[in-house]
């Protein structure tokens, strides 16, 4: 299968064909409302502002799995992204992005990026830590934290992982290259 295969749950019901996103650049975040990465929604937000009319989409998948940071209702995820950060794009239906009951999207974004690389002696500490407090990332390739990223390509291949520490800015130049 492939990246166009997958469909999602919407937060108010029904599913997104993610064949209907066939030809943009897609960026998969596995996101939550109450982390210490949550202000990385306002530069998602930017990126999204800046490239959505070339063909920039934004997947956002609020994740529990991490320290209950991602307790709200799907609607009150949405509404908190909205008022606090403006954000334009929309959330999915919250999900599992590893173990038994993850989102087979997320078995083939793991299978397809497993690693993602970590800069700077800091974020390195912070990834140290971040996996000491991970109870659901067992495998090499599971995700670690939320804000874990994904760029998807117009053919729907998986360019690029990027660890949660990665802010959005960093990653706008991988995705002007793909505009």
Same mark, same amino acid.
């Given at each position: 299968m492939g990246f166009y295969d997958y469909k999602l749950k919407k937060r108010r019901g029904g599913e997104l064909d993610l064949a209907d996103w066939r030809g943009r650049v897609v960026l998969v975040v596995n996101t939550a409302t109450g982390c210490g990465f949550t202000p990385q929604y306002e530069g998602i937000e930017a990126l999204y502002e800046k490239y959505h009319d070339k063909g920039f989409e934004v997947?956002?998948?609020?994740?529990?799995?991490?320290?209950? $940071?991602?307790?709200?209702?799907?609607?009150?995820?949405?509404?908190?992204?909205?008022?606090?950060?403006?954000? $334009?794009?929309? $959330?999915?239906? @919250?999900?599992?992005?590893?173990?038994?009951?993850?989102?087979?999207?997320?078995?083939?974004? @793991?299978?397809?990026?497993?690693?993602?690389?970590? @800069?700077?002696?800091?974020?390195?500490?912070?990834?140290?830590?971040?996996?000491?407090?991970?109870?659901?990332? @067992?495998?090499?390739?599971?995700?670690?934290?939320?804000f874990t990223k994904f760029l998807v390509d117009r053919e729907g291949s998986v360019v690029k992982r990027y660890n949660p520490t990665c802010p959005p800015k960093d990653i706008e130049a991988d995705i002007a290259k793909l505009i």
């Open positions: 997947l956002d998948i609020p994740c529990n799995q991490f320290a209950n $940071q991602a307790s709200g209702t799907d609607d009150e995820i949405h509404e908190f992204c909205t008022a606090r950060f403006k954000t $334009q794009f929309d $959330q999915m239906a @919250k999900a599992e992005v590893n173990g038994e009951n993850e989102l087979p999207l997320y078995t083939f974004l @793991k299978a397809q990026a497993p690693t993602e690389e970590v @800069k700077g002696v800091k974020n390195k500490l912070a990834m140290k830590a971040i996996a000491k407090m991970s109870t659901t990332a @067992k495998a090499a390739a599971d995700i670690k934290w939320n």
